[in-house]
């Protein structure tokens, strides 16, 4: 942070589903990474030098929501302020209603961080909600009231900018505590491949392959998937994000690209794994999947500290236009195409797609490596290799001289998933007697 500066950070807002339902709640990553905070309708301010109130010094400050007997009975416990003291080990602690009245004089510092505002935050006329802790907030700080504000219609020292790189130099890098909770969601998202490639069967519909590896998330705790569930069987995979996954019936011919990942105690995995439906690949589907994986091995290989993203997604690429070239999909390795339409790494963490630099490797970031080709149906080539579509994905954590492969539990070579899909199942003995629709 500059000098004499303040950091403001709000929680995410609760989200309505429908009528009387809302989303399960979801913390902002920024505030739970800095806090540990999982409620809403809180704000954080923390600053650069140490502040001094009534003879007390501190240099962060939590208002968080009040304890509330029949609020908790409907929606559960409350840390409240003793709770968030003792449990969170944050010193000064007030109720979300008291930033209202807080002496705070916003002008005397040389920068106020904060994320510009999004216009959908609910007033939900529960005093000291988010929405009337961001009102206040830009009473205070003296923020124009209209709802699209130009950066430089700002007071001068409010700065909506520089926080996204300090958060980004932040998070891009893992701690130790933080890798025990990735290696702990990676390994989860790996089992849920390995089950599904063992319970695979003709005639399954997409949405019980995705049962499948969420109900694997749950036995071993995982309190949520880190983003909506990606199952999408032939033509269906070649949707980078299909989240459908309703085809209720797979034919045996095709392939099925599963793109899911585990949320541990708030880290997500991010695991891809494609795999043919009747156990074996047939010779085109092999040739794609081949080509796939020798693109991710090369560029995995290359990770280490000082590699650019840039370099790995460019050797990567320079593989598959040479494999399509040499597979006749394409005419030569230069040609331009969709078959490649993605980056190849982002990092994981938090958010799927973490926050974290993207130039140089440095050690303790956990990265994707997910090279992929994807061929829909009425592609410009042979149309043996129509619908075929193929990403593999896995996590790997950067080390001083190179890298280390987290997701290693589920199998990535062609022969080793053909290998496991023979293997029983315990969800073999899971037989459910025929429920037609009415």
């Known amino acids: 942070m500059p000098d004499n500066s303040v950091a403001v950070f709000f929680s995410n807002p609760v989200r309505n589903r429908s009528n009387d339902v809302d989303y399960v709640y979801h913390q902002d990553p920024d505030f739970y990474y800095l806090t540990g905070h999982r409620e809403p309708h809180a704000v954080m301010l923390i600053f650069k030098e140490w502040q001094t109130v009534d003879g007390k010094q501190y240099d962060e400050l939590v208002f968080v929501q009040p304890r509330d007997v029949m609020a908790e009975l409907w929606t559960g416990r409350r840390l409240g302020t003793e709770g968030v003291k003792s449990t969170l080990q944050i010193d000064q602690v007030f109720n979300n209603h008291e930033f209202d009245n807080f002496n705070i004089d916003f002008s005397q510092f040389d920068k106020v961080l904060f994320y510009n505002f999004y216009d959908d ?3 939900t006329a529960v005093q000291g909600d988010l929405y009337d802790l961001i009102s206040w907030f830009k009473e205070k700080a003296g923020y124009p009231s209209q709802t699209a504000i130009d950066i430089e219609a700002l007071a001068q020292n409010l700065d909506t900018q520089s926080l996204e790189q300090i958060m980004h130099d932040l998070r891009g890098i893992k701690t130790p505590e933080e890798l025990i909770l990735l290696r702990k969601a990676v390994k989860i998202s790996a ?3 390995v089950e599904v490639m063992k ?3 003709p005639g399954m519909s997409e949405r019980e392959v995705q049962g499948i590896h969420e109900f694997v998330f749950k036995k071993y705790q995982a309190e949520y998937e880190g983003y909506p569930s990606i199952v999408g069987a032939g033509h269906n995979g070649c ?5 459908d996954n309703y085809k209720p019936s ?8 599963m793109d899911l990942g585990a949320e541990y105690h708030g880290y997500t995995a991010d695991v891809t794994r494609t795999i043919p439906i009747d156990g074996k690949f047939s010779k085109e589907e092999k040739a794609i999947y081949d080509l796939v994986y020798k693109s991710q091995e090369a560029a995995m290989q290359m990770c280490k500290p000082g590699v650019t993203f840039d370099e790995i997604t460019l050797l990567s690429k320079d593989i598959i236009n040479e494999g399509l070239a040499e597979l006749g999909i394409i005419e030569t390795a230069e040609d331009q195409h969709l078959y490649y339409p993605h980056g190849l790494s982002h990092h994981i963490g938090l958010d799927v797609h973490d926050k974290g630099n993207k130039d140089e490797l440095q050690p303790n970031m956990v990265i994707t490596i997910e090279p992929g080709i994807y061929i829909p149906e009425g592609s410009d080539c042979d149309p043996k290799w129509w619908k075929i579509a193929v990403r593999i994905e896995d996590d790997i954590l950067i080390t001083d001289g190179g890298f280390e492969l987290l997701s290693d539990l589920a199998p990535r070579k062609s022969e080793e998933i053909e290998k496991l899909m023979m293997e029983k ?8 007697p025929d429920l037609e629709e009415e």
């Open 425 to 432: 199942s315990i969800l073999d003995q899971f037989i459910l």
């Open 250 to 257: 797979i034919d045996s011919e095709e392939l099925i690209l």
């Open 191 to 193: 089992i849920g491949q």
């Open 199 to 201: 319970a695979m069967r």
């Open 239 to 243: 949707i980078l994000h299909y989240v």
């Open 121 to 123: 935050v609910r007033n």
